[in-house]
């Protein structure tokens, strides 16, 4: 992606936020080659934790139809976090695109017309520094939020998984961070953002002698879903929470290793 002319083989984006919801639009060619830019464009921007998103691909040509993949494996690993609603618009003909699991509209206003209005104060996001003070900054915002949001039974485990993340943030990543919360029906997301790649690793339960380590345990024994989102310049940890829901601590920590010890889903 750049701002250049475009090359046979390249793709440009454009992402309008003066829209009801951020549209992008992409113009080029979209083959194996321009996939990759693609998805790293689109999940930075769902990174935001956007209500929905609507991509116009009426200035994009698709030189091989498999590349359309692209847009089912950002679906797929946005499904869970930012959950956000996403939509295509102006393609030609919509059967070729089927596959992506996005719903086609045939222009932009059609899309933003069946997304409907945005909910207002649903999403709160607060930057920090990898300092001491910084959980307990998020946990300040996070309780507000709740009592705004009539949610106080999600502010205890809310203000757990946050602690958890930003904590491991200031002593593993080290980086500046951005706190994302947000409001999804009965449910609520907690997400950290920070600039290290390196993803968090959880393998159960921690010996009773080992000094830390619990961090992930925490948030893993009051979610009922967590993750990780992998992006161009670091990543999100998630977590899903649901007010006076039984967890199943025990199901959870013995559940499907695969989703733990490389957890882009908990």
């Known amino acids: 992606m750049h701002n250049g002319a475009i090359m046979p083989s390249e793709v440009r984006h454009l992402v309008d936020r003066g829209q009801t919801y951020p549209l992008v639009r992409l ?85 933003f017309a069946a997304l409907g209005e945005p909910e207002t104060d649903r999403r709160v996001s607060v930057d920090l520094e990898p300092v001491v003070g910084a959980a307990r900054r998020s946990r300040e915002v996070i309780t507000e939020a709740c009592g705004r949001w009539e949610q106080p039974d999600l502010a205890g485990n809310a203000c757990i998984v946050a602690t958890e993340m930003v904590n491991n943030v200031v002593a593993h990543a080290r980086t500046p961070m951005r706190v994302l919360l947000a409001l999804h029906g009965d449910t609520m997301s907690v997400a950290v953002r920070d600039g290290s790649a390196k993803i968090p690793r959880f393998t159960g339960q921690v010996a009773p002698t080992s000094y830390g380590g619990r961090g992930l345990l925490l948030i893993d024994s009051v979610a009922t879903r967590w993750g990780h989102l992998a992006l161009a310049d670091g990543k999100v940890v998630w977590a899903r929470l649901e007010a006076d829901s039984e967890i199943p601590r025990t199901k959870d920590l013995q559940r499907d290793d695969a989703g733990m010890t490389d957890p882009t889903r908990g």
């Open 27 to 111: 113009t080029g060619v979209l083959d194996a080659d321009t996939a990759t830019p693609v998805r790293t464009a689109l999940l930075d921007l769902l990174a935001t934790q956007p209500e929905a998103i609507v991509v116009d691909v009426t200035g994009l040509r698709v030189a091989q139809s498999d590349a359309i993949s692209v847009l089912r494996e950002v679906l797929d690993q946005t499904r869970d976090w930012p959950g956000s609603h996403l939509a295509l618009c102006g393609p030609a003909d919509a059967l070729p695109w089927q596959p992506s699991g996005w719903p086609v509209w045939p222009d932009p206003a059609g899309a």
